[in-house]
């Protein structure tokens, strides 16, 4: 969350920017930044881990040493956490961060570059929110944990996320090779399994 009040008077000026930063989901790691600032240059700064004022300039540690001498100006800054920062939040996850958008996954057959395996196998998944994800291969129902390489949760840029996982392997005969797919949007994962038996035109699998 970003506020900003600026004024200005005789070339002067004054603006305060207030910053709300959390990395959890419960908000419980809340930390506000307020700083005030003059021609661009912080001069007070409150920081809430701090829970009092600094100072940066002659000017700026007078004033941060007069607002901590008094305990309703230090409790009300304080209180921001909670009154400002933790409710804003609280209202933009519920609108935002708690909507889930499904990912539509796709297994596909690439031509491996080099490596110890013959052939490689590559499972996407596309336009999913939020961008915590879990992709897994299995082979004949276990999960495979060596060969695999995936991307990170790669941003589109427009809210939406993807992802994108490679198997190496050797194809042995009635083997099953399975991809995984796991999201808050789904009620339960999406598993497609690869079948080479089938057509060029037919292996490419798209699961919505």
Same mark, same amino acid.
């Given at each position: 969350?970003?506020?900003?009040?600026?004024?200005?008077?005789?070339?002067? &000026?004054?603006?305060?920017?207030?910053?709300? =930063?959390?990395?959890?989901?419960?908000?419980?790691?809340?930390?506000?930044? #307020?700083? &005030?600032? =003059?021609?661009?240059?912080?001069?007070? @700064?409150?920081?809430?881990?701090?829970?009092? =004022?600094?100072?940066?300039?002659? !000017?700026?540690? &007078?004033?941060?040493?007069?607002?901590?001498?008094?305990?309703?100006?230090? *409790? *009300?800054?304080?209180?921001?956490?909670?009154?400002?920062?933790?409710?804003?939040?609280?209202?933009? @996850?519920?609108?935002?961060? #708690?909507?889930?958008?499904?990912?539509?996954?796709?297994?596909?057959?690439?031509?491996?570059?080099?490596?110890?395996?013959?052939?490689?196998?590559?499972?996407?998944?596309?336009? =999913?929110?939020?961008?915590?994800?879990?992709?897994?291969?299995?082979?004949?129902?276990?999960?495979?944990?060596?060969?695999?390489?995936?991307?990170?949760?790669?941003?589109?840029?427009?809210?939406?996320? *993807?992802?994108?996982? !490679?198997?190496? &392997?050797?194809?042995?005969?009635?083997?099953?090779?399975?991809?995984?797919?796991?999201?808050?949007?789904?009620?339960?994962?999406?598993?497609?399994?690869?079948?080479?038996?089938?057509?060029?035109?037919?292996?490419?699998?798209?699961?919505?």
């Amino acid at each position: 969350m970003l506020s900003a009040f600026t004024g200005a008077a005789n070339g002067y &000026y004054y603006s305060r920017w207030a910053k709300c =930063f959390h990395g959890s989901r419960d908000f419980s790691d809340m930390v506000m930044v #307020d700083n &005030y600032i =003059f021609n661009k240059d912080v001069h007070i @700064q409150f920081n809430s881990t701090v829970g009092e =004022f600094v100072g940066y300039t002659a !000017h700026g540690v &007078y004033n941060a040493e007069l607002y901590n001498k008094d305990p309703n100006i230090l *409790q *009300q800054e304080r209180a921001e956490v909670e009154r400002v920062c933790k409710h804003n939040a609280k209202n933009r @996850q519920s609108a935002i961060a #708690d909507k889930t958008v499904p990912p539509k996954v796709k297994l596909s057959s690439v031509n491996p570059a080099g490596g110890r395996h013959p052939a490689v196998l590559v499972c996407s998944a596309y336009r =999913f929110y939020p961008h915590w994800i879990k992709v897994s291969w299995m082979r004949n129902g276990e999960v495979v944990k060596t060969d695999v390489t995936s991307t990170e949760e790669m941003p589109n840029g427009d809210w939406y996320y *993807q992802i994108h996982s !490679h198997l190496e &392997y050797t194809p042995k005969s009635g083997e099953k090779i399975s991809c995984a797919v796991d999201h808050a949007g789904l009620t339960k994962p999406i598993i497609i399994d690869w079948d080479p038996s089938l057509p060029e035109s037919e292996r490419n699998k798209i699961a919505i």
